[in-house]
């Protein structure tokens, strides 16, 4: 289990035990997702995650199917390609009968399937007799409902309980509910059909009765229920089969609202199916367009420098997924001071939440801006989105946003004034470190002592280049000259500055970081590979970058690891100082072949292709420990890991495209592969549905010995394919 003790990094997910078994099955549909074993239970064992959750609590703590009272025997469970459907079969163990005798095992087939839809988890459960006689039994269902934070889960201990109410029982549903500290009132509802043979408490009993290849069905759905939002009654939504046909038809739609990708390798394809699927179930609809919510289980809502990088890895499949991520971020953008949750006029979003504790403010994450580098790149995936599209309509009207997260950098991200942007707490129970490592000892100097505040991170300097960049071209656009000369000589000093102040010889890299006294933190970490994907890196000091990131101290043979072995601080399993992180990785790799080092970046693409072969599903995890790789082994996993995980799944389409050149030039319609390459792995790659301005094409790629040749297989509309040999 997971327990809250006194450590430093009070948002440290903590384990004392792991996880009952890595094969875990997940669903997600909007702000609910559901995490069962592959019985298709929910168990209170290993790290007790499992159960089903709404609004960051979880609803369902306790679920077990029985025959006769005992625990079926585990045939094979899978969640569809799509990741609408979890299926699971089982069979009857050896079953004493009361009169003497037995059913014996494997007579009876249990075919058990789940989804989730608008706030509710429907389950279908077929039991098929496929013995030479009659039999007779029962099939049980056992529930449980916690109603427990999301962050009780993680080990948080909270300071006050609300009231929990005993189970109530119709003909055919029971009903659970608890009356929060916060005054809501949330509920269980469990609908039955058939009506049971019995139902009270925690159980609701079926008696089953069947001929020779007979079959039975029954159907239970556990709906989410809060007095202030109600969610619609069984007889609105429909039942089972009506919401499956429903569902299939939504995420059919989704998945083809992207262009597809496919490749000549079939395991290849796998890996980029999962993603898919996994950036459509992720991705939450909200009032104002669609936002990849970051992980499962512990942060499966909006977080903004998440949702930023996840937009920004598949821009070129899906700029709308940006559109939306832009759009929410603007709305929520802090309009005033308020330390406590870490607010600044300007600052852009870190996280939200709609739980108990985060109503009550037991923890500060509500609505919490404690993130240093989500401004900039809110500002730099805003002018990406612009150069992906063209749409300067759109950048018009959240135009004042831009402004709003520029000033910021300007006023609060360098107080001291010094060009450069820091960052130091200022809520009491908010993050220490501020960065995308934000444990509490992922900033330290080549002693391991840790850095003092204000931090300036190396990769957000590159940030904040890159975002007045992107700013200067849209203010040309529209037709604000002045002030984009303004921003361009900004970034150009920057970067001048910026390679003089972080650049440290002695470890032949940029330093992770400026502490407090502008001292260097003299630390090879895979920050500085970011320093190559903003583009604010000397050319020549870049090269040097690139080879280190992929020698033997950091490249470990699945990826790039997050510190250099050579540092006093590394752990290979560590969650920020050793371990290996997809996303990480494929934003280095994007970085490396911006400054031409294409074949490093195969490497990198060539090392998590190797991971998708070994994980379950074929899914990235949000992270991996950094061990050596071995030959015939598997990579070796972090237990609390997320997963799925937005920006590891989309790590596949940066990978591509960094690989491929690929850009985009809406003024002349022209789709750019600068110097394509493809992996060893990859003989031909298809994309189709590709889309500029108005236009859409299909392409084929083909892997030749020392280039890669492409033909238009597709195209409506007009537009052009351009190749820089």
């Excluded at 289990?1 to 997600?28: C, F, H, N």
């Excluded at 700013?471 to 970034?491: F, H, I, N, V, W």
Aim: charged share 25%.
């Amino acid at each position: 289990m997971i327990k809250k003790v006194q450590l430093g990094d009070q948002w440290y997910i903590l384990a004392t035990a792991s996880p009952a078994d890595e094969r875990r099955r997940v669903l997600k549909y909007n702000d609910t997702f559901a995490i069962f074993d592959r019985f298709g239970d929910v168990q209170c064992i290993g790290m007790g995650e499992e159960g089903i959750y709404h609004g960051d609590t979880r609803f369902l703590s306790h679920q077990d199917l029985l025959i006769a009272g005992v625990r079926p025997m585990f045939l094979n469970s899978a969640v569809k390609e799509d990741n609408g459907l979890f299926v699971i079969e089982l069979m009857n163990p050896d079953i004493p009968l009361a009169g003497g005798g037995r059913i014996e095992k494997g007579l009876l087939h249990i075919f058990r399937a789940k989804l989730l839809w608008d706030g509710a988890c429907y389950e279908h459960v077929r039991v098929v007799n496929f013995g030479l006689e009659a039999i007779e039994t029962s099939i049980s269902m056992e529930f449980g409902a916690d109603y427990a934070d999301i962050f009780e889960v993680r080990g948080f201990e909270r300071n006050r309980q609300g009231e929990h109410f005993s189970p109530a029982a119709t003909r055919n549903s029971l009903v659970f509910a608890y009356r929060g500290a916060d005054g809501e009132t949330r509920k269980t509802q469990i609908d039955f059909d058939p009506e049971p043979e019995r139902i009270a408490n925690h159980r609701a009993d079926f008696r089953v009765a069947l001929a020779p290849k007979e079959e039975a069905h029954f159907y239970a759905t556990v709906r989410c229920q809060l007095d202030s939002q109600p969610i619609q009654a069984q007889d609105e939504t429909g039942d089972y089969l009506s919401v499956l046909k429903q569902a299939n038809t939504v995420l059919g739609k989704r998945l083809n609202e992207s262009c597809k990708v496919t490749t000549s390798n079939p395991l290849v394809n796998h890996w980029i199916d999962r993603s898919s699927s996994d950036l459509v179930m992720l991705t939450s609809t909200l009032p104002l367009g669609r936002y990849p919510y970051a992980g499962v289980p512990w942060y499966s809502t909006t977080f903004g420098r998440d949702g930023i990088l996840t937009a920004w890895e598949c821009l070129w499949i899906d700029p709308d997924l940006a559109k939306g991520v832009l759009k929410i971020l603007a709305a929520t953008q802090a309009t005033k001071e308020d330390p406590t949750c870490d607010a600044e006029p300007g600052k852009i979003l870190h996280e939200a939440r709609q739980g108990e504790l985060a109503i009550l403010g037991e923890v500060p994450f509500r609505r919490y801006y404690g993130t240093v580098d989500a401004t900039p790149l809110f500002v730099g995936l805003a002018g990406a989105y612009h150069e992906r599209t063209g749409d300067i309509g759109f950048i018009r009207s959240i135009w004042p946003n831009i402004r709003r997260a520029l000033d910021w950098m300007d006023r609060y991200g360098d107080v001291d004034g010094d060009g450069f942007v820091e960052y130091a707490r200022r809520s009491e129970t908010g993050l220490v470190q501020q960065g995308w490592k934000d444990s509490n000892d992922s900033v330290f100097h080549d002693d391991g002592q840790l850095a003092d505040a204000p931090i300036a991170l190396c990769e957000v300097q590159g940030y904040v280049y890159e975002a007045k960049r992107y700013a200067a071209r849209m203010a040309t656009a529209l037709g604000e000259s002045a002030y984009a000369d303004q921003l361009q000589k900004a970034a150009q000093l920057l970067k001048k500055n910026f390679n003089e102040a972080f650049w440290c010889e002695a470890i032949g890299t940029y330093a992770l970081a400026l502490d407090g006294k502008k001292r260097q933190c003299a630390v090879r970490s895979s920050n500085a590979g970011h320093v190559l994907w903003s583009g604010i890196a000397d050319p020549v000091l870049a090269e040097r970058v690139a080879q280190q990131l992929v020698s033997e101290e950091f490249f470990c043979g699945w990826g790039i690891r997050t510190l250099s072995s050579k540092e006093v601080r590394y752990n290979p399993m560590a969650y920020h100082n050793g371990s290996i992180w997809p996303h990480d990785n494929a934003l280095i790799a994007a970085g490396m072949a911006r400054y031409g080092f294409t074949a490093h970046a195969m490497k990198v693409f060539s090392g998590l292709f190797d991971v998708s072969l070994f994980v379950d599903q074929h899914r990235l995890p949000e992270l991996f420990s950094g061990f050596n790789k071995r030959a015939g082994e598997g990579p070796t996993l972090y237990p609390v890991a997320c997963s799925p995980q937005a920006w590891a799944a989309a790590s596949v389409f940066s990978l591509l495209q960094a690989c491929l050149g690929l850009s985009f030039n809406p003024e002349t319609s022209e789709v750019r592969f600068r110097h394509p390459h493809l992996p060893e792995f990859i003989d031909t790659l298809e994309i189709r549905g590709l889309t500029i301005n108005d236009a859409v094409m299909d392409l084929r790629l083909q892997r030749y010995p020392n280039n890669v040749g492409i033909n238009v297989l597709r195209k409506e509309g007009h537009a052009e394919v351009v190749v820089i040999a």
